[in-house]
């Protein structure tokens, strides 16, 4: 009796799983998903990877420590530490140094531009626009200053350079007190 | 006498109002007025004028047509000089764009501005276009465009005029009560047209016992002629604790409601506004004149002659400084607005916009400086705070960034008012520590929502990548196999004719 009502049970748990791996599937992998949410999205590749995504993939499988990436600074590197347990680490100067202050997006000379839409092909997602042998420009709202297509890949010297976004009542920030009581003292 | 509600935490104050408490003066015009085209909440007006354009006083100079919007007019007649960015009123001394208005000294006004001697015939939906079209705003400090707000979309019980200037040293809307009680009432008379309250309350603290007296006496006044629509008006006196004058606070101590988180004082039946506001409207429905002056005080331990003055709104304040005699030694501040919740001028030369409701003279911050002592738990600040908030817990997280724990202990709720801060022992700068930690969280915020929209098109531009890199696959296999068909077929029929394919082919390619 008992060997029957244990077979049965089995049998029904057996039926419930397989129906739950089939229709609660994960598609993808979540922790690499809670990565790629923590990171900048800047698609620099500053980080040795080919993006954002490609670099959350890498610190998931565990190939990359979690101080690669310029763009999401040290708080960067503690979203990432506090997400996965880890402790926060320097980051690599290797990779380039995080920038202070207002964010940096490209704009390109109108006048020297040669239409050559290398520019336009390489931006990560999608900021410049513009077609053959026609002006191309960047829609500022959307360029994540990524810098990819400065040269050597601008063939024209000076033609793409990077700029900050102007400083407005939107953008101001209070001074830090901290850094205030600092400079008071020094 | 009603009953009248506390609300929680709050300090008292010395008040320094009899330094200003004058009768108001005219200040002079100004040679060139700067007019920022955003003096209010919301959208910034657009300019409907050009440089080398005559404009009269009260000309509208730019216009919006967002809801949460106010036209800006011309407050002296002149000619437009630039359009361009000028540094407006701001802590951190931003340039934003102004009109500028070489003034002609004449003040000539607008001939198609007429006067209205029954502006109470006016239906409620003419009016509200009249207060919108005059650039009417909170005169209080906020700001906020009048017309939207007298558009409510529940019934209001309340309306609340605002007379209680609970900062220091600021007498200007006092004078104003004591100047023009009857325009206020009258004012208030109109709004009730638009609102249709229960009741209106008129807001006084008890520091200002001849503004109450005059205000008193002007409903009697109207009574008696017969106006019998001011019953419905009460004078409250407010007992004197700094920050009574904010909104909710206000509404808390008069009706014992509670304005609800992230809510308006609408959604409790009330309407709150300004008395400088109230007057405004009496101007703008009775004279037809739109908001291009305001009362404004100068005072402070460093000014010479401290009085409260009538500006044309974008004078430079080195101007207002010059006609109170001017400033005693280099060693000064300037605020505009009160010592509580005034924000610190960089330079003289920004000019008076609608918001700015006093001009503070203080002495140097060297003298004031302070250092900051640890944070003993003492929980002084927590019991001051007039929101309910922690501010004991919002200055650990401000300093580690932490922001979903300021969200916590609601950060936004935070009226910056000072109260902590002023009664700290450690002295602990403590607003600053909750504005720097406001603007970083918004920052922090704007940076995940691009980081979002980054995200998406970097995968749609892989998706659509993928596509075409398919599209061309397929095409080529098709190719590959059109051609294979033809040559089986073409060897079937004639295997001589080798030329006639090769240029088949060629021709596909060059099409392809």
Same mark, same amino acid.
């Given at each position: 009796?008992?060997?029957?009502?244990?077979?049965?049970?089995?049998?029904?748990?057996?039926?419930?799983?397989?129906?739950?791996?089939?229709?609660?599937?994960?598609?993808?992998?979540?922790?690499?998903?809670?990565?790629?949410?923590?990171?900048?999205?800047?698609?620099?590749?500053?980080?040795?990877?080919?993006?954002?995504?490609?670099?959350?993939?890498?610190?998931?499988?565990?190939?990359?420590?979690?101080?690669?990436?310029?763009?999401?600074?040290?708080?960067?590197?503690?979203?990432?530490?506090?997400?996965?347990?880890?402790?926060?680490?320097?980051?690599?100067?290797?990779?380039?140094?995080?920038?202070?202050?207002?964010?940096?997006?490209?704009?390109?000379?109108?006048?020297?531009?040669?239409?050559?839409?290398?520019?336009?092909?390489?931006?990560?997602?999608?900021?410049?626009?513009?077609?053959?042998?026609?002006?191309?420009?960047?829609?500022?709202?959307?360029?994540?200053?990524?810098?990819?297509?400065?040269?050597?890949?601008?063939?024209?010297?000076?033609?793409?350079?990077?700029?900050?976004?102007?400083?407005?009542?939107?953008?101001?920030?209070?001074?830090?007190?901290?850094?205030?009581?600092?400079?008071?003292?020094? | 006498?009603?009953?009248?509600?506390?609300?929680?935490?709050?300090?008292?104050?010395? /008040?320094?109002?009899?330094?200003?408490?004058?009768?108001?003066?005219?200040?002079?015009?100004?040679?060139?007025?700067?007019?920022?085209?955003?003096?209010?909440?919301?959208?910034?007006?657009?300019?409907?004028? +050009?440089?080398?354009?005559?404009?009269?006083? /009260?000309?509208?100079?730019?216009?919006?047509?967002?809801?949460?919007?106010?036209?800006?007019?011309?407050?002296?007649?002149?000619?437009?000089?630039?359009?361009?960015?000028?540094?407006?009123?701001?802590?951190?001394?931003?340039?934003?764009?102004?009109?500028?208005?070489?003034?002609?000294?004449?003040?000539?006004?607008?001939?198609?501005?007429?006067?209205? &001697?029954?502006?109470?015939?006016?239906?409620?939906?003419?009016?509200?276009?009249?207060?919108?079209?005059?650039?009417?705003?909170?005169?209080?400090?906020?700001?906020?465009? #009048?017309?939207?707000?007298?558009?409510?979309?529940?019934?209001?019980?309340?309306?609340?005029?605002?007379?209680?200037?609970?900062?220091?040293?600021?007498?200007?809307?006092?004078?104003?009560?004591?100047?023009?009680?009857?325009?206020?009432?009258?004012?208030?008379?109109?709004?009730?047209?638009?609102?249709?309250?229960?009741?209106?309350?008129?807001?006084?603290?008890? !520091?200002?016992?001849?503004?109450?007296?005059?205000?008193?006496?002007?409903?009697?006044?109207?009574?008696?002629?017969?106006?019998?629509?001011?019953?419905?008006?009460?004078?409250?006196? &407010?007992?004197?604790?700094?920050?009574?004058?904010?909104?909710?606070?206000?509404?808390?101590?008069?009706?014992?409601?509670?304005?609800?988180?992230?809510?308006?004082?609408?959604?409790?039946?009330?309407?709150?506004?300004?008395?400088?506001?109230?007057?405004?409207?009496?101007?703008?429905?009775?004279?037809?004149?739109?908001?291009?002056?305001?009362?404004?005080?100068?005072?402070?331990?460093?000014?010479?002659?401290?009085?409260?003055?009538?500006?044309?709104?974008?004078?430079?304040?080195?101007?207002?400084?010059?006609?109170? /005699?001017? &400033?005693?030694?280099?060693?000064?501040?300037?605020?505009?607005?009160?010592?509580?919740?005034?924000?610190?001028?960089? !330079?003289?030369?920004?000019?008076?916009?609608?918001?700015? !409701?006093?001009?503070?003279?203080?002495?140097?911050?060297?003298?004031?400086? #302070?250092?900051?002592?640890?944070?003993?738990?003492?929980?002084?600040?927590?019991?001051?705070?007039?929101?309910?908030?922690?501010?004991?817990?919002?200055?650990?997280?401000?300093?580690?960034?932490?922001?979903?724990?300021? +969200?916590?202990? !609601?950060?936004?709720?935070?009226?910056?008012? /000072?109260?902590?801060?002023?009664?700290?022992?450690?002295?602990?700068?403590?607003?600053?520590?909750?504005?720097?930690?406001?603007?970083?969280?918004?920052?922090?915020?704007?940076?995940?929502?691009?980081?979002?929209?980054?995200?998406?098109?970097?995968?749609?531009?892989?998706?659509?990548?993928?596509?075409?890199?398919?599209?061309?696959?397929?095409?080529?296999?098709?190719?590959?196999?059109?051609?294979?068909?033809?040559?089986? +077929?073409?060897?079937?029929?004639?295997?001589?004719?080798?030329?006639?394919?090769?240029?088949?082919?060629?021709?596909?390619? #060059?099409?392809?």
């Amino acid at each position: 009796m008992a060997i029957i009502i244990l077979t049965l049970l089995a049998l029904v748990f057996g039926v419930a799983l397989g129906y739950a791996a089939i229709r609660f599937r994960v598609e993808g992998d979540p922790i690499v998903d809670s990565i790629d949410a923590v990171l900048p999205q800047t698609q620099c590749g500053q980080c040795g990877y080919p993006g954002c995504r490609p670099y959350a993939e890498a610190i998931a499988a565990d190939e990359v420590e979690i101080n690669q990436c310029p763009p999401g600074g040290e708080s960067g590197v503690q979203a990432l530490a506090d997400l996965l347990g880890r402790d926060p680490l320097p980051l690599n100067p290797e990779n380039g140094v995080a920038e202070e202050g207002l964010a940096l997006v490209a704009i390109i000379d109108e006048e020297t531009c040669i239409g050559c839409t290398k520019c336009v092909q390489v931006c990560p997602v999608d900021a410049i626009v513009g077609a053959a042998k026609h002006k191309h420009n960047v829609l500022d709202a959307y360029c994540t200053g990524c810098e990819l297509c400065l040269p050597p890949l601008c063939p024209v010297e000076d033609c793409i350079v990077m700029r900050s976004v102007d400083l407005t009542i939107k953008n101001w920030k209070w001074s830090n007190p901290e850094v205030n009581a600092e400079e008071r003292a020094a | 006498m009603k009953k009248l509600w506390r609300f929680k935490g709050g300090v008292k104050l010395p /008040g320094f109002k009899s330094l200003s408490n004058t009768e108001v003066k005219q200040a002079p015009i100004p040679e060139k007025i700067i007019l920022p085209l955003r003096q209010h909440i919301g959208e910034a007006a657009e300019p409907i004028v +050009a440089v080398g354009d005559k404009v009269y006083k /009260g000309q509208l100079v730019a216009t919006s047509h967002s809801f949460i919007s106010a036209p800006i007019h011309a407050s002296s007649s002149g000619t437009v000089v630039d359009i361009n960015k000028y540094s407006i009123p701001h802590q951190s001394g931003i340039s934003e764009m102004c009109v500028a208005i070489k003034t002609d000294g004449v003040d000539e006004w607008d001939p198609m501005i007429e006067p209205n &001697v029954h502006p109470e015939l006016l239906s409620a939906d003419e009016m509200r276009v009249r207060i919108r079209e005059a650039g009417i705003v909170g005169l209080g400090g906020a700001v906020f465009p #009048s017309a939207a707000k007298l558009k409510p979309t529940r019934s209001i019980d309340t309306l609340v005029i605002n007379g209680v200037e609970c900062e220091p040293y600021i007498t200007c809307d006092d004078a104003l009560m004591r100047s023009r009680p009857e325009d206020i009432i009258r004012g208030i008379l109109l709004l009730r047209k638009l609102l249709n309250p229960v009741e209106c309350i008129v807001a006084v603290e008890d !520091n200002k016992p001849e503004a109450i007296a005059l205000l008193q006496d002007t409903l009697v006044k109207l009574k008696d002629a017969g106006v019998g629509s001011v019953n419905t008006i009460r004078v409250v006196s &407010v007992p004197t604790v700094f920050p009574t004058g904010g909104e909710k606070q206000l509404i808390k101590v008069l009706t014992g409601k509670e304005v609800p988180q992230h809510g308006l004082p609408y959604e409790v039946g009330i309407v709150c506004l300004n008395v400088g506001t109230t007057a405004a409207v009496y101007d703008a429905l009775y004279s037809g004149k739109p908001l291009v002056s305001r009362l404004m005080t100068v005072t402070g331990p460093q000014i010479k002659n401290p009085a409260n003055f009538e500006v044309l709104i974008g004078t430079p304040v080195e101007n207002i400084l010059a006609a109170a /005699g001017g &400033v005693i030694s280099d060693k000064h501040t300037l605020i505009m607005g009160g010592p509580m919740m005034g924000m610190s001028l960089l !330079n003289a030369k920004v000019p008076v916009v609608k918001a700015s !409701n006093c001009i503070l003279v203080e002495t140097s911050a060297e003298q004031l400086k #302070s250092t900051a002592m640890p944070c003993i738990r003492c929980g002084t600040c927590a019991a001051a705070c007039p929101m309910n908030l922690l501010p004991q817990q919002l200055y650990w997280h401000a300093r580690g960034k932490e922001f979903d724990k300021l +969200a916590h202990y !609601n950060l936004s709720d935070c009226i910056e008012c /000072g109260c902590c801060s002023v009664v700290c022992p450690s002295k602990i700068p403590l607003v600053h520590y909750f504005r720097f930690a406001k603007t970083e969280k918004m920052e922090h915020e704007v940076k995940a929502k691009f980081a979002d929209q980054s995200r998406v098109r970097t995968q749609v531009r892989e998706a659509r990548l993928e596509r075409i890199t398919q599209e061309q696959e397929a095409r080529k296999a098709k190719r590959k196999a059109d051609r294979q068909k033809k040559k089986a +077929a073409k060897s079937d029929v004639n295997i001589g004719a080798v030329t006639d394919t090769d240029t088949d082919l060629s021709k596909q390619i #060059s099409a392809g």
